[in-house]
């Protein structure tokens, strides 16, 4: 049995309009995330990927990662990396809609709550702190937590 769970963040249009690709990266790096994994590469959405949901891993430099991302918002693609916690194994997939609407997809070593029986629940919490301090400096509109068995 597959377990899908998803953190949906929307951000108000005030918050869309003043929103930078490259301050909101650099948020997550400030906040402990990290898209670079151990080989070195990023993993994202390439440009033309036209929803195919191609995932690609590849060495990029910060630059020419935002560019690419910037680009892609550009043509109104999904903007999609992964990210991963520094202190651990634990990570998402993150999805830029229209940069007010994001959902990170919590597939990489989801953390669970602990209970005693065989109960396998998202400890939604545990990214709810991790998450939300990049976006201190925004407007939260909505945040929905889902888990689907």
């Known amino acids: 049995m597959s377990i899908s769970a998803s953190i949906n963040i929307c951000l108000s249009e005030r918050s869309r309009a003043n929103l930078s690709l490259a301050d909101l990266f650099q948020n997550f790096v400030n906040e402990g995330w ?8 990023v993993t994202i959405l390439p440009l033309g990927d036209n929803d195919g949901f191609d995932w690609t891993s590849t060495i990029l430099h910060r630059d020419s990662l935002i560019d690419i991302l910037k680009k892609k918002q550009e043509q109104k693609e ?10 651990c194994e634990v990570g998402c997939e993150l999805l830029i ?3 007010n609407q994001m959902i990170f997809s919590l597939s990489i070593a989801r953390k669970k709550i ?26 939260v509109e909505q945040i929905k937590c889902e888990q689907l068995l």
């Not at 999904?78 to 202190?87: C, R, S, T």
């Open 114 to 139: 602990k209970v005693k029986d065989d109960i396998d629940i998202t400890d939604f919490s545990w990214y709810l702190e991790r998450i939300l301090p990049v976006f201190k400096n925004l407007q």
């Open 34 to 41: 990290k898209y670079v994994n151990s080989n070195g590469e």
């Open 78 to 87: 999904i903007i999609g990396i992964e990210l991963m916690q520094v202190d």
């Open 97 to 99: 809609f229209n940069t």
